[in-house]
């Protein structure tokens, strides 16, 4: 209980301190820490997958972008249509894309599962990349982002800090959501299903409706990260649903900890920053991306939020609880 208390403590403060960064930016860092909390949601999304139910996917970015896709397509032929419109059909869609590949792919587990996730990625770039009358193929889509209504006024969202304001808000509240769903029953059943799944059947539990719901629940919150994306940068193109923005994602995780439900936002953070500054002084930023993917899962196999949680416990000198476990395995216990 006291540190759910602390965990709300820490989301009002960070709350009110993204309220007073449009006063405290300038407008490139605003981009740029927009960016950070979109791709936050699509971090903690995919985390919920590997590491709370132990399901190592290559097609995550299906559900992205596909909500990307959807968004730009509906804003381009739908006229008028409104925001809130635009994100239901968004998230929609990435519902119905997990319940109908959940429904396929939950059947298989480990790497047969995880191989058939990017068979079915691959299928989604196809199309994309085919479809040239609908997504734009290789030159993409570009859109204008819809006002936001709120009844008695409508506010335009033509400026970054107005859209910044919406995007934290609305990101914002999806994050606290996950992280409330990590609590929940169904929370806790996906990571005793992780540690056991046999004992969980034995008890009565119907795992594979359990995955099933959290494999669509992952697929709603990336597509809802992918329709933000496309009111972000107001364009969508074939990467948004490439492998990779899949490898992004699993490299953001990886960097900030997978045992943690906060440590893919440090992750997010650390890489947004990295290649907006690497990719400005080479173009070879990926490989120093890549080659600190690499020193993480050799030497910080916990991630920095694994890190961080050490530098904690030995500067504060307090005694484990866990009797020597570690964080992960405290997690991971019933």
């Known amino acids: 209980m006291k540190q759910r208390n602390i965990s709300i403590i820490a989301i009002v403060v960070l709350f009110l301190a993204g309220l007073l960064m449009p006063f405290v930016l300038k407008q490139y860092h605003l981009n740029m820490l927009t960016e950070i909390i979109i791709f936050s949601l699509y971090a ?28 730009a397509v509906a804003v381009i032929h739908i006229p008028g249509i ?49 479809w040239h009358s609908v997504t734009g193929g290789d030159d993409g889509l570009s859109i204008t982002r819809p006002d936001l209504p709120l009844g008695f006024t409508t506010v335009p969202l033509s400026g970054l800090t107005p859209f910044y304001y919406l995007t934290l808000v609305i990101m914002g509240a999806a994050i606290v959501y996950c992280w409330y769903f990590t609590n929940t029953a169904m929370g806790k059943t996906v990571l005793l299903m992780r540690e056991n799944e046999e004992r969980m059947k034995f008890l009565g539990f119907n795992t594979n409706i359990s995955r099933l719901i959290l494999f669509t629940f992952t697929g709603a919150m990336a597509g809802l990260a992918g329709v933000f994306y496309t009111f972000h940068f107001q364009f969508v193109s074939i990467s948004a649903i490439s492998v990779d923005m899949t490898t992004a994602v699993l490299l953001m995780v990886f960097v900030g900890g997978t045992k ?51 530098v904690w416990q030995r500067l504060f000198g307090k005694k484990d609880p866990n009797g020597g476990k570690s964080a992960a395995a405290e997690e991971a216990t019933p």
């Open 82 to 130: 409104s925001l809130w419109a635009v994100l239901l059909i968004g998230v929609a869609a990435a519902v119905l894309a997990g319940l109908v590949l959940g429904s396929l792919l939950l059947r298989h587990k480990g790497s047969y599962f995880a191989l058939l996730t990017l068979a079915f990625n691959a299928l989604f770039y196809a199309v994309a990349t085919k």
């Open 44 to 71: 903690i999304s995919y985390n919920l997958l590997l590491g709370y139910a132990g399901l190592l996917s290559f097609g995550h970015a299906a559900f992205f972008g596909l909500g990307a896709f959807v968004t």
């Open 260 to 310: 943690k439900f906060w440590g893919p936002i440090l992750g997010v953070f650390v890489y947004i920053i990295f290649q907006n500054y690497l990719s400005d002084i080479t173009d070879r930023w990926p490989l120093f991306m890549g080659l600190i993917f690499v020193l993480m899962v050799l030497y910080v196999p916990g991630g920095l939020s694994g890190v961080m949680m050490d």
